[in-house]
């Protein structure tokens, strides 16, 4: 008996919840194996939308197709002994509580972060009668049946759960936890961003933001604006059509994902130079590193009223196509040298007597003014509050920190709300080398490469007031595609950007040792799921918790 | 038509031999379009081995399916205006000179490195008239061919070669041309093998070092030797069987590849405890960091004239599986703590009254006499023969340098034929973190990522005598699978591995600039023949040789 306690002290601290991640926030757990009933199902009482239907027929799904192997060694033949014992469980039935009006779950995640309402309670009793998940929202059932998913293993064509009974109340500790995609330096087709989506979903994250067009290609078909796609894009066939926009935001809004699209302005434009050449400064303009951070240098002439009416017009048509009510208007990496080349901007700025900061900040305000006619909230990259003078409300303005995390205090200085994004942790394509040509020797710029301890180590409130740590709305792992495509998009992402997903839910202060077992679970879960995960050790490692450690 | 020249010399500089990788070592070429007439045939004159009729076959298919569209800003669309008068290939004539002998392409890939043949000769013209291939053997024809294959891009449904007329003469700079790959930390199915086995012949590698079985997991199945597997493997799912290794030998072998088995010995052996636990030292000692360089812990008790007896008969009947020449026999990382703890090698040491080093010296001989007995010429890493006082023949033995290509110049001057396969230059894995646990802050051991251009500047001679420089018999890049498996296999080793093909096919001395264009049409074919090579560049960049280049 001393064993068998030594034993469940060892899964205790290795295995805090079976597998969950992320980890529940209010969590009661037993010891006891449950089995699922061959007739299981779930059942929803009350009115049911068609996106919350169709969650549970993919939860039932996981549930037979999974069929993942518990990750010890024997991969669960241990548990055999359990089973005849076992209860089977046969029913779990889903409620909004009362009063609660049932709407889409699309609609729920679609509201702004701070009006998401995602928590739910869980209960699964290990005496054979009836599961049971409640919410405030058809958002908080999807989370609850997404933790449901996460229980179960397979051993020999049985399904059964360990640690039961079980309850689990829960909710995320910010409201913004997002993921980021470049699809502008490389094409993703539409079958890549859904499975991100998939994945994004079974680890809680809630927020797409997809960073569409850049420089390089403009892939976006805007109705109104389509020559910008049909001579900046890639090709035909790396566009995405006004119908796979709205298949990718209903996609993402039934795994209670929210879409923010970013059309960075007004650096980062020069596709725009494919159709519309008299709204681009220094278009190409050599040597390149001069005037942009990226080949090839080109942005918009911020000086001319033509251009911040077409960027408010272009702005105002992207709305159409996106529900969100956030809306990256960009705002990075401005290179000044490109405008003091650039004689119409010259002409431009002299003639209404403004200097560059000053035109930058009409800019500004046309284009987020037309924003804000519609009813989203503007974000911009953080040089926009700390590098220039734009004057933009705190109250209407978000801001994403990429340069470095040690900037995020003098954001939060400046009351503006804030979304985690910085390079030094959560950069998924840093430490591959250089990827400009004839620099034999050059490194990425953001070295070294931000492992999943690193990231899951951050301190979302570090060096904060009290009253400043309230700013910080969440935070989001980010995929340039300099050097990345459809080719290692699932085993750069995942399970990496499933860290932070844990960090932004459960909150900071967690522990990468216990970690460790838990996203290996979730790992080999999503392959099951058609995810290819990379190895984040060798599987001898995988099944022995604890045992490739350092200190083992 | 200045213009025009300034346009040719710009395509010269980027486009050295039109997007041939390895380049060839010989080569004229015009400025010609040769279209391929849809009736093209390739004919091979005199008898013909089923494995080169399967080659011509592979070719036809390429021809037909690649559809590359070059990598040019309208993919091609510029050279439609030459195919009016271009004239078409209906012809390619295969033969063997005058005097050789047609044997399997596998039978001549078999050899030892120094007795392989791969030199041939291609004349494409540019007049209609049909393009000849010769060669002294088929593994020189099966080399033509994919040379021939590489000449080829589509517009628009026609099938067209730039810069004919062309006239090659080739030969490999060096013999061995390899790539190495760790199937125990991570199980790799057949299928994966057999993808990475075409991509090596698509650049002329001749070298598949398979690094078969380790401490973690073995799963090769070695009639006589079942328990091994049966008991090491993973699982029943993760192990090789006879069948699996025939069929990946022959694959390898019929498209120009030697496979190298390496049973590492006395080291990395830990797995053999599971069926045969007296015959390891030190198994799972804790801590694991003491006694090996990973988890488990646990060697060969290499003192022990039964465990010595038990390798050398278990190498013979590996010698069964593999008609390679080269065997490896590992040798790497042994840690003299795990015998100092292990009574019983303790015990056999003092019965015999010889220290350790004399033991592994035993152990040695009796295990390479068992393969020099079966014709096979043993392979050691790098430590046996720097670290130890092993006796070796220079003549009989062959030594991977992995450590550091620090290490190069000391095993040259003891006389020993080596293999570059140094971790600072070759190694694929390194630069994502650390994976043991509880390292939150752990970086790669062999930190940083090693980018294709770094090792495609490598000099295989530095600082070698001329004598020396004659030892070297190629290289080889090299991935370790602790961090990695089929979901990340093709995106981490291509087009990477391409870098050490060209620079131990055409010799030292490449430039990197000029070879980025060239890469990424490595790269683009690949993916059109199934293989997920990861994006090097932007596509932008991609179509624009030279534009993203730092200077540009």
């Known amino acids: 008996m001393k064993l068998f306690a030594l034993v469940a002290l060892f899964a205790a601290v290795y295995q805090p919840v079976a597998a969950l991640w992320p980890q529940p926030r209010g969590l009661t757990a037993g010891a006891s194996t449950l089995k699922l009933a061959s007739n299981f199902q779930i059942t929803v009482s009350g009115s049911t939308p068609t996106d919350l239907h169709d969650a549970v027929t993919r939860t039932q799904q996981f549930l037979t197709k999974d069929k993942l192997g518990r990750l010890v060694v024997g991969r669960g033949s241990g548990d055999a002994k359990n089973f005849a014992a076992a209860k089977s469980l046969s029913k779990l039935t889903i409620s909004l509580e009362k009063g609660a009006t049932p709407q889409p779950i699309a609609t729920e995640a679609q509201k702004a972060p701070e009006d998401r309402v995602e928590e739910y309670t869980l209960t699964v009793p290990s005496d054979g009668s009836g599961a049971t998940l409640t919410a405030k929202t058809t958002l908080g059932l999807l989370r609850g049946l997404t933790t449901f998913g996460q229980l179960w293993y397979d051993y020999d064509g049985t399904t059964y759960a360990l640690e039961t009974p079980l309850t689990i109340k829960d909710s995320p500790a910010y409201p913004y936890r997002g993921f980021m995609l470049d699809t502008a330096r490389t094409f993703f087709p539409v079958a890549d961003i859904k499975r991100t989506l998939d994945a994004m979903s079974w680890v809680k994250l809630n927020q797409f933001h997809w960073h569409i067009v850049d420089s390089q290609s403009f892939p976006l078909q805007i109705p109104g604006f389509t020559d910008?796609?049909?001579?900046?894009?890639?090709?035909?066939?790396?566009?995405?059509?006004?119908?796979?926009?709205?298949?990718?935001?209903?996609?993402?809004?039934?795994?209670?994902?929210?879409?923010?699209?970013?059309?960075?302005?007004?650096?980062?434009?020069?596709?725009?130079?494919?159709?519309?050449?008299?709204?681009?400064?220094?278009?190409?303009?050599?040597?390149?590193?001069?005037?942009?951070?990226?080949?090839?240098?080109?942005?918009?002439?911020?000086?001319?009223?033509?251009?911040?009416?077409?960027?408010?017009?272009?702005?105002?048509?992207?709305?159409?196509?996106?529900?969100?009510?956030?809306?990256?208007?960009?705002?990075?990496?401005?290179?000044?040298?490109?405008?003091?080349?650039?004689?119409?901007?010259?002409?431009?700025?002299?003639?209404?007597?403004?200097?560059?900061?000053?035109?930058?900040?009409?800019?500004?305000?046309?284009?987020?003014?037309?924003?804000?006619?519609?009813?989203?909230?503007?974000?911009?990259?953080?040089?926009?509050?700390?590098?220039?003078?734009?004057?933009?409300?705190?109250?209407?303005?978000?801001?994403?920190?990429?340069?470095?995390?040690?900037?995020?205090?003098?954001?939060?200085?400046?009351?503006?709300?804030?979304?985690?994004?910085?390079?030094?942790?959560?950069?998924?394509?840093?430490?591959?080398?250089?990827?400009?040509?004839?620099?034999?020797?050059?490194?990425?710029?953001?070295?070294?490469?931000?492992?999943?301890?690193?990231?899951?180590?951050?301190?979302?409130?570090?060096?904060?007031?009290?009253?400043?740590?309230?700013?910080?709305?969440?935070?989001?792992?980010?995929?340039?595609?300099?050097?990345?495509?459809?080719?290692?998009?699932?085993?750069?992402?995942?399970?990496?950007?499933?860290?932070?997903?844990?960090?932004?839910?459960?909150?900071?202060?967690?522990?990468?040792?216990?970690?460790?077992?838990?996203?290996?679970?979730?790992?080999?879960?999503?392959?099951?799921?058609?995810?290819?995960?990379?190895?984040?050790?060798?599987?001898?490692?995988?099944?022995?918790?604890?045992?490739?450690?350092?200190?083992?």
């Open 228 to 552: 910008l796609a049909a001579k900046g894009a890639y090709s035909a066939y790396q566009q995405y059509s006004p119908k796979d926009v709205s298949d990718i935001v209903a996609y993402a809004g039934a795994r209670g994902i929210d879409v923010m699209v970013e059309i960075d302005t007004p650096g980062h434009t020069s596709a725009i130079a494919s159709s519309h050449p008299e709204y681009i400064a220094c278009p190409g303009a050599t040597p390149w590193a001069t005037y942009a951070n990226e080949p090839p240098a080109g942005q918009l002439r911020l000086a001319d009223d033509n251009v911040s009416k077409y960027i408010a017009n272009l702005f105002t048509a992207v709305t159409q196509m996106f529900p969100s009510k956030l809306f990256s208007t960009g705002g990075d990496e401005l290179n000044t040298k490109c405008y003091e080349i650039d004689a119409p901007t010259q002409a431009s700025l002299k003639k209404a007597g403004k200097t560059l900061e000053q035109a930058l900040d009409s800019f500004t305000q046309t284009t987020h003014n037309a924003l804000k006619a519609k009813g989203k909230t503007p974000v911009v990259w953080e040089e926009m509050v700390l590098s220039h003078n734009v004057t933009l409300s705190t109250k209407d303005t978000r801001v994403l920190v990429w340069i470095s995390s040690d900037n995020v205090k003098a954001v939060a200085e400046k009351g503006y709300k804030l979304i985690h994004a910085a390079s030094d942790y959560f950069y998924l394509d840093c430490g591959h080398g250089a990827w400009v040509g004839a620099f034999p020797n050059g490194n990425s710029w953001c070295d070294p490469f931000k492992t999943w301890q690193h990231a899951y180590s951050f301190n979302p409130t570090a060096n904060l007031t009290a009253a400043e740590s309230k700013l910080v709305l969440g935070g989001q792992h980010l995929l340039w595609a300099e050097q990345s495509g459809p080719e290692n998009l699932d085993d750069t992402v995942w399970p990496r950007a499933a860290s932070s997903a844990e960090l932004f839910w459960t909150g900071p202060g967690l522990n990468v040792s216990a970690a460790l077992p838990r996203l290996h679970d979730v790992s080999y879960r999503f392959r099951h799921r058609g995810v290819k995960t990379i190895s984040l050790q060798p599987e001898w490692c995988a099944l022995r918790p604890g045992a490739c450690d350092l200190t083992a």
